[in-house]
């Protein structure tokens, strides 16, 4: 008997430790949500010679439920009016190539969600995904918050870069946004390609796009905190 | 008593110590009182000098990434140093790749003269870099000339790459070790301080100048210039030029 | 008596030892030259920023001091010789000489200018959608610009600046800007020569230079000889502005 526990409690211990000495802190709490190409308006295009299947104009936008996982493309008017005025969405992809990411909030006028009820709220944090662990006061949302992220000019404010020498969309690294939801929960998100199959790098122009890839957690319990497990 | 103890004791002190007043080495009238930095967020950064060396050492850290550094001279009354205070000191990165040197003269009130060396030590990680080839494994990587358009691109990993492109060149150099023109670095990896992406490509007149250089074949050794810092991959890649 | 002449003579000596010749003050660094312009108003008319420009390259940079009204070379980004920069796409945004703002062309110099852009959106409704942010006529009527800038006499009180750039109106982002930059051509759907243009507003900037002197600021094209109406046969890459700067350290623009 007390030879099988020891050895037990050995190879517990020997499992327990690291196997190539790597120091990186294991992450605790629940788990993100991971979406992978997430189609959105691809019937759009910006260019001259639209391609197949393609039409010149405005993209719509499409909008996005953290909990339920749903997205709708706007289309018409009449999809405006039914869609946009309440809480079942989060997010909107928005403007060209669906780029310009806006939270649903009421009173921030030329976004979808203006005059609903949404309360969502955004906020850029220079830090990883898994090092953001707790959402920031609602002082710093009101000072230091943005309606969306979109084209980084170089100041720090959007998701990627953007050159016209080469067209190509490159997310930022290490960038992460804390929101508010749709109904005020906070949540942590972030946007990691605009093109389909989520290449680490894209040098043709013309690959397949918009397909979104991105991954985020909402704090169901209405706390700040935000760690995960990946 | 009291009064012969006290002159006693006053008469042994100015008697067995003379008390010489010798005035200090009077200061060199041509050296330089302080050297800083002033085209710097917050406090100035303040330069080493050495009156023995005769050396002006700048010394600041990497993250700075300062391209370019302005100094405000302090000399002694009627001195004067050529290049004068608040001449701009260029292209930091050119003069850190190319141990460029620069001499400061100050001359003194008295006409005394003395030159200085300027040295710039930039506080920096040690550039590590991943081989592209191996011994039995040369990469090899072409440019056709025929073609319209012809590109390749290099990847090499490693740590202690900066964010900015233009503190980094990337040249490929020959087996005699000469060195020719850079790379172009590509920017669709930015901010990844663990990899850069060297590219070469041939399009519309005028070609780069790399391109020009290149011969029909060779196998070149990549050196790269990382700021204060320079390292060449042991084995080569071998660059094709088909005409 | 004696012993007191030792205590003088030692004080002396003492003082004598104190070294008394401070060094000689370091001389104003000479990079800027020293030619700043008198408090007034200035217009620059196309100046050459990148004539190579086109919608498919970002545009050379143009670093500019608005205190000696010139070019400044971009070898010199990190100092506190220029006050506004011309970067990015089209020249299209406007740094502040800022060191201590992430991703401005001057971080990690000295600089401390900043700048803020004012919305009026009263006057805004005259030319501009202030729902979905684009302008409902173009050409925008020429008599706005000196309407707009004419209403600036004075920096507004509580007026938010910031380090970042102003630049293109509501562009894939959330600012205010001074340029719309119409991407597809919706403006004049069906002309294929009307899309990637930049429509400059009539909106005024305020720049805090990086000495701290006040200056207000209008753009008024992007385009060679500022066409009312431009398209993609018009020459990007020269700018043409005007600006008035107070050099006496006050917020008061009232400057003719």
Same mark, same amino acid.
């Given at each position: ?230 | ?105 100050? =001359? #003194?009130?008295?006409?005394? $003269? ?6 710039? @030590?930039? /506080? &920096? ?91 029909? =074949? #060779?196998?070149?050794?990549? $050196? ?6 320079? @390292?060449? /991959? &042991? ?9 | ?256």
């Amino acid at each position: 008997m007390k030879l099988r526990i020891w050895i037990l409690a050995a190879s517990a211990l020997l499992a327990s430790c690291s196997k190539d000495g790597d120091e990186k802190p294991t992450l605790t709490g629940p788990p993100s949500t991971t979406i992978s190409d997430l189609q959105a308006d691809t019937g759009a295009s910006v260019g001259d010679d639209a391609g197949e299947g393609k039409e010149k104009r405005p993209f719509y936008s499409l909008t996005f439920s953290f909990s339920t996982k749903q997205s709708r493309l706007i289309k018409t008017k009449a999809d405006s009016l039914q869609y946009l005025k309440n809480t079942d969405w989060d997010i909107a992809f928005t403007q060209e190539y669906n780029s310009y990411v806006v939270v649903n909030n009421g009173t921030y006028t030329g976004t979808p969600g203006a005059g609903g009820p949404g309360k969502g709220a955004m906020i850029i944090i220079e830090k990883p995904y898994d090092q953001v662990t707790e959402a920031p006061s609602d002082e710093d949302f009101e000072n230091k918050g943005v309606h969306g992220v979109g084209w980084d000019s170089g100041n720090g404010y959007g998701w990627f870069f953007y050159s016209l020498s080469n067209h190509i969309c490159v997310p930022i690294k290490n960038r992460t946004f804390v929101l508010r939801t749709a109904e005020g929960k906070y949540a942590k998100l972030a946007l990691l390609n605009i093109y389909k199959g989520n290449p680490p790098v894209v040098t043709d122009l013309f690959w397949p796009a918009p397909y979104l890839t991105f991954k985020y957690f909402v704090q169901t319990d209405g706390s700040r905190r935000l760690n995960t497990s990946n | 008593m009291k009064y012969f103890y006290s002159i006693l004791l006053s008469c042994g002190l100015f008697a067995c110590t003379k008390t010489e007043t010798i005035a200090p080495k009077a200061e060199p009238g041509n050296r330089i009182e302080s050297f800083r930095i002033v085209n710097v967020q917050g406090e100035p950064l303040e330069a080493a000098i050495s009156d023995k060396e005769n050396t002006i050492t700048v010394y600041w850290p990497f993250y700075k990434q300062l391209s370019i550094l302005e100094p405000a001279i302090a000399l002694p009354a009627g001195a004067t140093i050529s290049p004068a205070s608040g001449t701009l000191i260029e292209n930091v990165f050119e003069a850190l790749r190319t141990e460029r040197k620069t001499t400061y003269t100050v =001359t #003194g009130a008295d006409g005394s $003269r003395r030159e200085y060396k300027l040295q710039l @030590k930039v /506080l &920096q990680p040690e550039l590590v870099l991943k081989e592209v080839s191996s011994p039995d494994d040369i990469k090899a990587f072409s440019i056709n000339m025929k073609e319209q358009y012809s590109s390749f691109s290099v990847t090499i990993q490693g740590s202690g790459f900066l964010e900015n492109n233009d503190l980094m060149r990337v040249v490929p150099v020959d087996a005699d070790g000469k060195e020719l023109p850079p790379f172009m670095l590509g920017i669709t990896n930015l901010g990844d301080i663990t990899r850069i992406t060297l590219h070469c490509e041939k399009y519309q007149e005028p070609y780069s100048p790399l391109v020009q250089a290149l011969p029909a =074949t #060779g196998l070149y050794r990549l $050196r790269v210039y990382c700021y204060g810092r320079v @390292k060449t /991959l &042991q084995f080569p890649i071998r660059i094709n030029k088909l005409q | 008596m004696k012993i007191k002449l030792t205590s003088i003579l030692a004080l002396a000596f003492l003082m004598a030892c104190s070294k008394d010749d401070a060094p000689v003050k370091p001389d104003e660094p000479a990079g800027g030259g020293g030619n700043t312009v008198k408090t007034g108003t200035y217009r620059v008319v196309n100046l050459v920023a990148d004539t190579s420009a086109t919608s498919a390259g970002d545009a050379v940079s143009l670093y500019y001091s608005l205190e000696e009204n010139k070019v400044v070379p971009a070898s010199q980004r990190q100092t506190g010789n220029w006050d506004i920069v011309f970067y990015g796409i089209y020249n299209s945004s406007i740094y502040p000489n800022n060191g201590a703002a992430q991703g401005s062309p001057g971080y990690g110099g000295p600089g401390k200018a900043e700048i803020a852009v004012i919305v009026d959106r009263k006057f805004d409704v005259q030319y501009y959608d202030t729902t979905n942010f684009r302008p409902t006529q173009i050409p925008v009527p020429a008599a706005l610009w000196n309407e707009a800038y004419a209403k600036v006499t004075q920096v507004p009180a509580g007026l938010k600046f910031v380090t970042r750039d102003i630049g293109l109106d509501h562009f894939l982002g959330g600012f205010d800007g001074w340029g719309y930059y119409d991407f597809y051509g919706r403006l004049f759907p069906g002309d294929p020569q009307k899309s990637h243009v930049v429509y400059t507003m009539p909106r005024v900037m305020i720049v805090k230079t990086h000495k701290g002197r006040y200056a207000k600021l209008m753009m008024e094209s992007i385009y060679k000889d500022s066409p009312a109406n431009p398209n993609r046969t018009n020459k990007p890459g020269y700018i043409t502005f005007r600006y008035s700067i107070q050099m006496d350290g006050s917020v008061n623009l009232n400057i003719p």
